[in-house]
């Protein structure tokens, strides 16, 4: 099967089933939530840090792009190493993409605002994940995030469907292709900085990354009536190589888990949120490891952020490299990457327990 037709594939294994829209159930003013949305066991999952001291590194990427010669390019580079293996999540600076994140943000907040039948014309359709609705909807009883989302897949630039790139707002199409562009580009050089702080060739990753898929999934979290009883977004990793987060509003609502407890995520403006994915803690043998993250909801304002994942080859297979298993041995099966994401988008969101199917 040639590498189109199975991407094309891929992009058609994660259905979700559809559920009523949430911005247009928060528009109902509704003062209790419906049973379906109501998640009290995963809420209280763990304590919420609250220590302001406690918060995910600040990369500079200006600086890891500098002279590798130089004195802060090496600083740089062992706080990404540090960012990388303690945390699995970090803040970019001075990332270079300022213009298309803001014309992205933007164009998101346009969208999420137009009236419900316009946005429905870029619906998902059955046996689909693409297009506006939600994610991860395997069951008709399964509980429900409070949350919308749009979702398209923009790399590979030919298999790409433009049915789901709207044309109302006007700047939308040209703003997605820039940001797509945009970062991609930096999720490459990140992947280039961690192949030498690693010490294996980039090559290595280089063909991994051949022919990768990008998706990008914009998020709607609308105000509500009882945040203590809904979840955003339910516990998981990504299954990704790095995923890169815009906040669209400096509305807090991402929390990782850190030694057993959750640590809110306080947004800086302009910076993108990079994590680490299943895919990276698979190839590097453990020594970055995917974080479990989540994004909960408030009473007050609605929340909006836009997801870069960027993944491997749908025809590569992930496993241990082989420079970082000659010590200590693999300690993850290699598998084909369209498998590992054909069973990640077709069962609900559960912490980190997809990657431990792959654990040796």
Request: charged content about 25%; proline content about 6%; glycine content about 6%.
């Amino acid at each position: 099967m040639d590498s189109a037709a199975v991407i094309h594939g891929i992009n058609h294994i994660g259905n979700s089933l559809p559920v009523e829209n949430v911005q247009e159930l928060a528009s109902k003013k509704l003062t209790a939530l419906p049973p379906r949305y109501i998640q009290s066991e995963i809420k209280t999952d763990g304590e919420v840090c609250v220590k302001d001291s406690l918060q995910i590194p600040a990369i500079d990427m200006s600086k890891l792009v500098a002279g590798t010669g130089s004195d802060e390019h090496q600083t740089e580079m062992l706080k990404l190493h540090q960012a990388c293996k303690d945390w699995g999540f970090f803040q970019l600076t001075n990332h270079g993409a300022t213009t298309a994140v803001e014309n992205m943000k933007t164009a998101t907040k346009e969208f999420f605002q137009l009236p419900l039948e316009e946005k429905m014309v870029y619906a998902q359709l059955p046996g689909g994940l693409e297009g506006y609705g939600q994610s991860f909807v395997v069951s008709e009883d399964q509980k429900l995030d409070w949350c919308d989302m749009f979702y398209v897949c923009p790399i590979p630039v030919s298999t790409r469907n433009m049915k789901f790139w709207p044309k109302n707002p006007a700047s939308f199409r040209s703003s997605l292709e820039e940001f797509s562009h945009e970062m991609q580009k930096t999720c490459i050089s990140l992947m280039e900085f961690t192949a030498t702080n690693l010490g294996v060739k980039f090559k290595e990753f280089a063909s991994m990354y051949v022919e990768c898929t990008q998706a990008i999934r914009m998020n709607y979290y609308p105000p509500c009536a009882q945040p203590e009883k809904a979840m955003g977004i339910t516990p998981h990793s990504d299954g990704t190589l790095f995923t890169l987060l815009v906040q669209v509003n400096e509305v807090e609502g991402l929390q990782v888990r850190k030694d057993g407890k959750w640590v809110p995520i306080k947004p800086l403006p302009g910076d993108i949120i990079v994590n680490v994915g299943d895919s990276m803690e698979i190839i590097t043998n453990g020594e970055y490891k995917s974080i479990e993250h989540r994004a909960v909801v408030n009473s007050e304002k609605e929340r909006l952020s836009i997801a870069a994942f960027h993944n491997p080859s749908v025809e590569a297979k992930i496993g241990p490299l082989s420079d970082l298993v000659k010590e200590n041995g693999a300690k993850y099966k290699t598998v084909k990457f369209e498998d590992y994401i054909k069973q990640f988008l077709g069962r609900k969101p559960d912490g980190k327990s997809m990657v431990d199917t792959v654990k040796i």
